[in-house]
């Protein structure tokens, strides 16, 4: 199985600063035949289903307001927020699906500084 | 617009046994791979397992915490899909969220709460 892990644990930024989540994966996601990584980032607000923000590693949802954007490639990806608002506040989760079982990070939590 | 409504929830005893539902509208249900995502309170996801397509020969793939205990089934007709549990486990205690897969898991239900106590 692929092994996915997230940094940091929990991160709190202030109000319009950048937040920063690093996700890695235990074997590269990238398919070579097609040239896209299997990785797509989730937001979860409490009591809520989780979101899909970006997948294909980069590829914002539509309706996901651009100050989203992930980047990456193989095994070490970033979900970057370019400038925090509040209702940013939520726990961020990255998930392969390269292979089943398609794994999930642990998770990122961001708060407001 | 997509909907997924899952049911079946509840309460049951360790070892009994649940089947949960997962009601799609909006889109073309028998294109699409479902996928079932638990979530323990507190806790992150964990993938539970998955249902392809017709196209597919309806494949399934467990989790490894799963398998041998839990089936994924569709049935195409009625839009819905279903992850029955058996031999469930204190540790199966969770919110099941249903989610379609098509490219990536784009939208999800609300989930159901399965609670598993003596």
């Known amino acids: 199985d692929i092994v996915m892990t997230q940094s940091p644990d929990s991160l709190a930024v202030s109000l319009g600063e950048r937040a920063t989540i690093n996700c890695k994966s235990s074997q590269s996601v990238l398919y070579s035949s097609n040239n896209n990584n299997y990785l797509a980032w989730y937001q979860q607000k409490p009591g809520q289903p989780p979101k899909l923000l970006i997948y294909?590693?980069?590829i914002r949802d539509s309706g996901v307001p651009d100050r989203f954007s992930g980047s990456g490639s193989g095994t070490d990806f970033t979900l970057t927020i370019s400038s925090l608002q509040a209702e940013d506040v939520a726990v961020y989760y990255c998930?392969?699906?390269?292979?089943?079982?398609?794994?999930f990070g642990p998770g990122t939590k961001v708060d407001i500084k | 617009e997509v909907q997924l409504v899952e049911s079946g929830g509840g309460l049951v005893q360790p070892g009994g046994s649940l089947k949960l539902s997962c009601a799609a509208s909006g889109f073309t249900f028998s294109g699409s791979a479902m996928h079932w995502v638990r979530q323990a309170s507190g806790k992150g996801l964990e993938w539970v397992g998955r249902i392809r397509n017709k196209a597919n020969n309806y494949a399934t793939a467990y989790a490894a915490s799963v398998r041998g205990r839990f089936t994924i089934s569709r049935d195409d007709s009625k839009n819905t899909a279903y992850l029955q549990m058996n031999s469930l486990k204190t540790e199966d205690t969770a919110v099941y969220y249903c989610a379609r897969f098509v490219v990536v898991n784009d939208y999800w239900g609300q989930g159901t709460l399965v609670t598993v106590s003596s």
């Open positions: 998930q392969q699906y390269y292979s089943t079982p398609f794994t």
């Open positions: 294909w590693s980069s």
